[in-house]
C-alpha cells in the first residue's frame, strides 16, 4: 500500500503565499516522478508542475514564476511554494507520484494520488 498526504491548504488573500506538503508513505522501493495538479470547480484537473527524481522541473505557463516545486528524497516528500497567488488559483491540489512498490520477486510502478488540498484565494 502506497499513500499520499497532503498538507498547507487555506485560505489567503489575493497576492499571499502557500506551502504545499505532500508526504508519500507505505512500502516504497523508490519515487520517480512526483507532482502536484489542480482542480477547479467544474473544470478538469491540469497539471500545476512535475519533478523528476533528479530534480527537473515542469511548470504550466499559468503558475511559471510564481510556484516552486522540489522536493527531499530522504523524506519521501514534495512541495510546492505558491507566491503572488491569484484568485484562479483557487482549486483543490493533488499530490501525484510514480512509486515502485515490492511486487513479487521484483517490483513495479504504481502512480499514486493524494486525497488533495483546498486553495482557496479570495479577491
Known amino acids: 500500500q502506497v499513500q499520499l498526504v497532503e498538507s498547507g491548504g487555506g485560505l489567503v488573500q489575493t497576492g499571499g503565499s502557500l506551502r504545499l506538503s505532500c508526504v508519500v508513505s507505505?512500502?516504497?522501493?523508490?519515487?520517480?516522478?512526483m507532482g502536484w495538479y489542480r482542480q477547479a470547480p467544474g473544470k478538469q484537473r491540469e497539471l500545476a508542475a512535475t519533478?523528476?527524481?533528479?530534480?527537473?522541473?515542469n511548470y504550466a505557463d499559468s503558475v511559471k514564476g510564481r510556484f516552486t516545486i522540489s522536493r527531499d528524497n530522504a523524506k519521501n516528500t514534495v512541495f510546492l511554494q505558491m507566491n503572488n497567488l491569484k484568485p484562479e488559483d483557487t482549486a483543490v491540489y493533488y499530490c501525484?507520484?510514480?512509486?515502485?512498490?515490492?511486487?513479487?520477486?521484483?517490483?513495479?510502478?504504481?502512480?499514486?494520488w493524494g486525497q488533495g488540498t483546498q486553495v482557496t484565494v479570495s479577491s
Open positions: 501525484n507520484a510514480d512509486v515502485r512498490v515490492p511486487y513479487a520477486f521484483s517490483s513495479r510502478t504504481r502512480n499514486a
Open positions: 519533478i523528476t527524481s533528479g530534480g527537473n522541473t
Open positions: 507505505g512500502s516504497i522501493r523508490s519515487i520517480n516522478d
